[in-house]
């Protein structure tokens, strides 16, 4: 691997390319660390610890709400619209229709992807603002009040400019550099908070408590790592037989391919989706717990016990979330991509399976059969956290199921890509 890095370096246009996305990965991170003005950072730091929601959302924006900076919103609203948008487009008949028509079509989708990214980034400032407020992040400001409207409008535009602006840099690193530009950036977020994380995880207690602890939670990261990747490049290959056809006394196709079903085909969507309902009911809590009446208080206080993350309740109602949102998800992408009807145009078939519907019966039901085993290691991995500090007893961790899906698939994803280029030019890739 080292000579085959050393081998991408050699190759100018290549080096060109690793080069633009280091350095835009350098100005996303200069660009972080300017905060938006009157940001108590000590009720911050407080904050990000205790509200979950917000925790996920630093996550997402790549580090950058730690100090509530320009770029605080990250890609989490663009992420957001791509879900949407691929929800809604076997529900449009016109997004049915684009998604239908190769690269023009997607251009199109993600176009209309960039224009719902912009009402969702300033709505989502909106919250995230009058949540700073309230908690006294903001210091002595109230949110669109008589004195502060002007204040309160430029700081929601700055956020949606900020979100805008991660969504070009990131666009630029998939058409010049190298990698998915979106997944790199939150890549380079989690990354970026490795040595503070190590140096918490190392500090604190007795030197054999930490050295135990330490040891057992990076193996523990290790085997978690090793079965990502085997649960990411898993799959069931489905034998196809292309018919022959006779031109002008000639002898085409008759080969013989396959169809890759994913173990994992949802990727890291089913934890965005569950983690954004889990936290909401403890929000609606603390809402809840500033009422006058007790009755609100009382159930405001049965909500936050149900659902605290050191809860076995929430560890198991959460698992089960991702399990069936896993399901869901890998059914929404199967129907988008219409495998039977493709083949059948192609005149392919699978062998012993009659083309048209029974070939898509076919699929969706060993679709159904492996995706249990990828809902539950998602499910696993959602849990891992939880899991890891009650054999470890370390808390402070900074892998997360989700932030090792993102840095171990991104990083695959980027090796490959390399690998290909270096193919290209016959030189030995990164993967053997």
């Not at 059969?369 to 959602?382: F, K, M, N, Q, Y």
């Amino acid at each position: 691997m080292l000579q085959a890095a050393v081998n991408a370096l050699k190759i100018p246009d290549l080096r060109g390319k690793i080069l633009f996305t280091l350095g835009i990965l350098l100005l996303f991170r200069f660009v972080a660390t300017i905060p938006v003005p009157g940001v108590d950072r000590e009720i911050l730091a407080q904050l990000l610890q205790d509200n979950q929601l917000l925790g996920m959302l630093n996550l997402f924006s790549g580090s950058t709400l730690t100090n509530f900076s320009v770029v605080a919103m990250g890609v989490y609203p663009y992420i957001t619209a791509s879900i949407i948008m691929q929800l809604m487009t076997p529900i449009i008949p016109r997004l049915s229709e684009l998604s239908r028509e190769g690269n023009q079509g997607r251009q199109q989708i993600n176009k209309y992807t960039n224009y719902l990214t912009v009402p969702l980034a300033f709505l989502q400032s909106f919250g995230q603002a009058a949540i700073m407020s309230q908690a006294g992040v903001l210091a002595n400001f109230g949110l669109f009040n008589s004195d502060t409207a002007l204040r309160s409008l430029s700081i929601l535009v700055t956020l949606t400019a900020g979100t805008v602006f991660l969504v070009w840099l990131g666009q630029l690193i998939t058409e010049s550099g190298i990698g998915n530009g979106i997944s790199i950036i939150i890549f380079g977020g989690i990354v970026s908070g490795l040595p503070g994380a190590v140096g918490t995880l190392a500090g604190g207690g007795t030197i054999q408590q930490n050295l135990i602890g330490t040891t057992a939670f990076l193996a523990i990261g290790l085997i978690t790592i090793i079965g990502i990747v085997m649960l990411n490049e898993g799959q069931r290959r489905i034998p196809v037989q292309h018919a022959k056809r006779v031109r002008r006394g000639r002898v085409y196709g008759g080969g013989s391919t396959y169809v890759p079903l994913k173990v994992n085909s949802a990727g890291m969507i089913p934890l965005i989706f569950a983690v954004s309902i889990m936290v909401f009911p403890g929000m609606v809590a603390e809402f809840m717990q500033t009422s006058s009446r007790a009755w609100i208080v009382d159930i405001a206080s049965s909500m936050s016990t149900v659902f605290d993350p050191q809860n076995i309740i929430y560890q198991v109602i959460y698992f089960l979330m991702v399990v069936g949102f896993t399901y869901f998800y890998t059914m929404v992408l199967f129907q988008q991509q219409h495998i039977a009807e493709n083949l059948q145009r192609q005149g392919a078939f699978i062998p012993g399976v009659r083309p048209g519907r029974n070939t898509d019966a076919y699929l969706t039901r060993v679709l159904m059969r492996i995706t249990l085993v990828g809902a539950l290691a998602l499910g696993t991995v959602a849990i891992l956290p939880f899991i890891v500090s009650e054999i470890t007893g370390v808390t402070a961790l900074f892998l997360g199921g989700t932030s090792l899906l993102i840095v171990v698939g991104v990083a695959v994803d980027t090796m490959r890509q390399l690998e290909a280029q270096l193919m290209m030019r016959n030189y030995e890739g990164f993967i053997r």
